[in-house]
């Protein structure tokens, strides 16, 4: 399989002038290919040629915007199965998920983005001030937004940041994780096809260089980041630099589950299947920590423990396989580490636990049963490791819940209608589901609470963040 590796500036492909960055297959752990990174002045490039862009891109009609985003949309699909070559090989991704799941939802993002900016709300008014002012309300793109995405959903996250930005009449310069460049690069050469260059750029490279270099660029007006915590509070100091910039931050999550003592205990254990283990566990809002009631403790465990033992781990390219390897040996040894230390601390390791001995990145599926002030409990593993901890009364779970630092993603479990309302709508959590877990919908936002950031990814909320409201008033 042969990839692209240059960058994509103004609408061409070049050459990266920085150092040489190695991209690893995830299931073997050998080198796929080297990307050289940009340098400061590609950097520099690309941001201008954003900027310049923008100037005749921004006068587009929502309806030009809106075709060259359906025609997008219609060519990711037609060439699914070649994106999903990339995707799979690189983020370590069973083949047919990718295919069938998250090229789909990479299309439908274009798609509705595509509709959507057709339907930006406006106002026009007579007497505000006298019946002789007029008042407009209207929605403007920004300019240049700076878009950072992760390495665990590459291609995914790259249309949740570049749809919107460039519905709304904005230029982007995106810059993938340095573990998983190799997709975006190939959806690159699509975008080139339907949007004026410059519109979308793509650098490569690390964060402390190419990263910091250009969320410091004095023409970008906006940064967009999906990423942890500390890379948040960067991204926060830059944006307070000597050009202040708008900021739209997902930082990930530790989603609590509250299982109440009449939960459908089957349909709990099924859907934590996918909910927790899909894509390893590498997911800011996979279903992580359960917190269930002590009278049902057991039987969950129980049932948890012989669903994991029958999850099928291992290469992406196998049609049996439910999740691969994680994504670098640094972030497998760092999921071990959290096992090894709740281990040593008196945690009960139920299941899994280990690195098992063969190629690749791979970490056994694993559930632990640890008490609520546990490390493991309490931080983001972003592995396949699942915990779980008993409480006597649904308050006190709510408590737990709520104390967390984070506040992306949660999920409530109850035959009770109004006892499961009533919990969810006190949760400090962008996201709660209800008897369900991990269930998106390309029309209703996905954004978080507290150290897990703000703004709106999906949705017409996403499209309002990378706009500003502006106020006209003509005189008669």
Known sequence: MSFETRLFINGDY????????????????????????????????????AHAAFAKWSQTTPKERSLALLRIADAIEARSHSLADVES?????PWRYVQAGELANVADVFRFFGTAVRNVPGTAANGFRSSRHTSMMRRDPLGVIASIAPWNYPLLMAAWKIAPAVAAGNAVVIKPSENTPLSLLL????????????VVNVVCGDGPEVGQTLITHPLVRMISLTGD???????????????????????????????????????LVETL????????????????????????VQEVTDKLSGMIDSLVYGAPERNDVEFGPLITGSQRDRVAGFVERARADGAD????????????YYYQPTLVSAPI??????????????????????????????????GLASSVWSRDSLQAMNIA???????????????FATEMPHGGMKNSGYGSDLSMQSLMDYTQVRHIMVAS
């Open 425 to 439: 709508n006190a949760l400090q959590y962008g996201i709660t589901w209800v008897n369900t877990h991990g269930v």
């Open 273 to 296: 299947r996918e909910a927790s283990f899909y894509n390893a566990g590498q997911d800011c809002t996979a279903a992580c920590r359960i917190f269930v009631d002590k009278s049902i």
């Open 187 to 198: 959806l690159a050469s699509i975008l080139a096809e339907f949007l004026p260059p410059g």
């Open 229 to 267: 915590v500390r890379t948040g509070r960067a991204v926060l100091k830059a944006a307070a630099g000597e050009s202040i910039k708008r900021t739209h931050l997902e930082l990930g999550g530790k989603a609590p589950l509250i299982v109440c003592a009449d939960a459908d205990i089957d349909r």
């Open 349 to 360: 390791i139920v299941a899994g636990g280990a690195t098992p001995d063969q190629p690749g």
């Open 89 to 93: 090989v690189n983020a370590g991704k």
């Open 373 to 406: 002030e546990a490390e493991i409990v309490q931080k983001e593993v972003f592995g396949p490791v699942l915990t779980i901890t008993a409480f006597d009364e649904p308050a006190t779970a709510l408590e737990w819940a709520n104390t967390s630092e984070y």
């Open 14 to 49: 070049v050459q990266g002038q920085g150092p040489a960055l190695a991209s690893h297959e995830p299931a073997t752990g050998k080198v796929l290919a080297e990307v050289a990174s940009a340098d400061r002045a590609q950097v520099d490039a690309a941001v201008s040629s």
